[in-house]
């Protein structure tokens, strides 16, 4: 097949999932983040900053469409296991028909984070990822599933959360410390890349100041 042949076969499919995810944001404005998809720019920064490649257990908070989720599985080892939890079932569905065995879907709550890695029978997850939107809940809320993302890290075990809104950072730093922010200006919008670094094995007090 060409290369012409194989992006105009493509392109359907992309603009089928923009359209998607767009109708979802219209349905759940305070579920999602934005009102497209990631950009592959964005999904790589993520995927670097999160050091996807070295974690044996990895939490994926809001995987949407699934972009990020398949650049995960892409980039993480092969005996290396994803847990993809989603609120929303439209989406959950799309997640769930990802054909990789070193895949876990599972739709609910990030705010019992602990509860469904002992469902599924997962360790202490050393990377956990966040597209969800933190800017359009309560704090309540908000720290809530940050606590929940502490208590469940492994020692030295990082969360990387992207981001429209500096409200994650407010709310992560009484619980988790100093954060490391990079901006991704090649995204739709530009989106802040925030990353912590459990500082304790005792799943509390503020993290330690990352090294840039």
Not at 44 to 54: G, H, L, P, S
Not at 101 to 116: E, T
Not at 137 to 159: K, Y
Request: aromatic share 6%.
């Amino acid at each position: 097949m060409s290369l012409r042949k194989a992006n105009s076969n493509m392109l359907p499919k992309m603009m089928n999932g923009c359209l998607f995810f767009f109708q979802e944001f219209l349905k759940h404005p305070f579920q999602i983040g934005s009102v497209i998809p990631s950009s592959q720019a964005l999904i790589r920064r993520v995927i670097e900053t999160a050091k996807v490649d070295e974690a044996d257990v990895i939490v994926e908070l809001g995987p949407g469409t699934g972009c990020t989720t398949k650049a995960i599985l892409e980039n993480m080892k092969d005996d290396a296991k994803l847990l993809s939890i989603e609120i929303n079932p439209n989406f959950y569905s799309i997640i769930s028909e990802i054909p990789d065995p070193r895949l876990i879907a599972h739709l609910g709550d990030a705010r019992k984070l602990k509860d469904i890695l002992r469902e599924h029978n997962l360790g202490a997850p050393q990377t956990v990822i966040s597209g969800i939107p933190f800017s359009t809940m309560s704090d309540e809320c908000g720290t809530q599933i940050i606590q929940a993302i502490n208590d469940a890290l492994a020692p030295g075990g990082r969360f990387v959360a992207y981001q429209l809104s500096k409200k994650v950072i407010s709310l992560c730093t009484p619980v988790m410390g100093q954060e490391k922010v990079e901006m991704e200006f090649l995204n739709i919008p530009p989106m802040r890349v925030c990353c912590w670094e459990k500082g304790n094995g005792n799943g509390s007090g503020p993290g330690r100041k990352l090294a840039s």
